[in-house]
């Protein structure tokens, strides 16, 4: 769960990833579920993999609306944002390159 207090404001938005920490192994399928609780509007979300030895991220997906999400070059993942503030990732087979930490996102501009 991250929380931001953004300046000049007195609202508290929270971004909640579930699960938070989870090893598959080869072939399994997840589903990761990101929720942005207190903010009203329709924010940009982003799904977003570091690899084991750190390093830069990688964006898998940007959600601009709730109906609309970027296209990506993991084949492998699907995205999903049944909702203003739910944005998922999804597959239904793990590979080992798949191995990194995976991030949700969010921000009010696309900047």
Not at 74 to 87: D, G, L, M, S, Y
Request: net charge neutral; glycine share 4%; with cysteine.
């Amino acid at each position: 769960m991250l929380q931001s207090l953004l300046p000049f404001e007195s609202t508290v938005f929270t971004l909640h990833q579930i699960p938070r920490f989870i090893s598959l192994p080869p072939g399994s399928s997840v589903q990761l579920h990101c929720y942005l609780q207190g903010y009203n509007a329709e924010p940009y979300m982003y799904w977003y993999r570091q690899p084991p030895q750190g390093g830069a991220l990688h964006m898998l997906f940007l959600s601009r609306y709730k109906d609309l999400i970027d296209d990506s070059s993991e084949k492998h993942f699907k995205a999903a944002r049944p909702t203003e503030q739910n944005f998922t990732l999804s597959t239904d087979s793990l590979f080992p390159n798949h191995t990194g930490l995976y991030y949700c996102a969010w921000s009010r501009t696309l900047s």
